[in-house]
């Protein structure tokens, strides 16, 4: 049985993303209360702006680590009898049995499978070039 990861995203690159979002985001707010609390006259609102910039912008990096995390979920695996897939577009898994599919056709970046009930067509652009590879060598298999 072989996984492929439809979207690659680097562990590591995102969990550094959200512990600087995070950091961000708290420093943000502690240095927005120091500056509530203790105001001075020229640099009290310049202080507020740049406290509330620096939580809008942790939060929206936070936003963007969490999106990544839940998009290493997706993949397509296969073994001697079927194809499972978690794709983006239908966010629930599919099995799809080899001796259902009646036709296949192999494009640059996508794969149209014609089953028995219906078409089903895989969206291939966000894979890596070596594993573009063996999802189409795979499929030609089965043509």
């Known amino acids: 049985m072989e996984r492929i990861r439809v979207i690659r995203i680097s562990s590591f690159l995102t969990w550094t993303l959200l512990i600087i979002a995070v950091t961000n985001a708290v420093l943000g707010g502690i240095f927005l209360i120091k500056n509530i609390s203790v105001e001075t006259a020229n640099e ?3 202080g507020i702006v740049n406290a509330i ?3 809008i912008q942790g939060g929206i990096f936070i936003v963007w680590g969490l ?3 839940n998009n290493r ?3 397509i695996e296969w073994d001697e009898t079927e194809i499972r897939l978690l794709l983006p577009d239908t966010k629930k ?3 799809i049995k080899f001796s259902d599919i009646q036709s296949v056709i192999v494009r ?3 794969i149209e499978l014609k089953l ?3 078409v089903r067509v895989i969206d291939l652009n966000t894979l890596k ?3 573009l590879k063996k999802v189409k060598e795979m499929f030609e298999r089965i043509k």
Do not use: A, R
Request: hydrophobic share 30%; aromatic share 16%; proline share 0%.
């Open 67 to 69: 999106i990544n995390l």
């Open 93 to 95: 898994t599919e099995t």
């Open 129 to 131: 070039s070596e594993d």
């Open 44 to 46: 009290g609102s310049k």
């Open 73 to 75: 979920k997706y993949y």
């Open 53 to 55: 910039f620096m939580i």
């Open 108 to 110: 640059l970046f996508e």
């Open 116 to 118: 028995t009930e219906k």
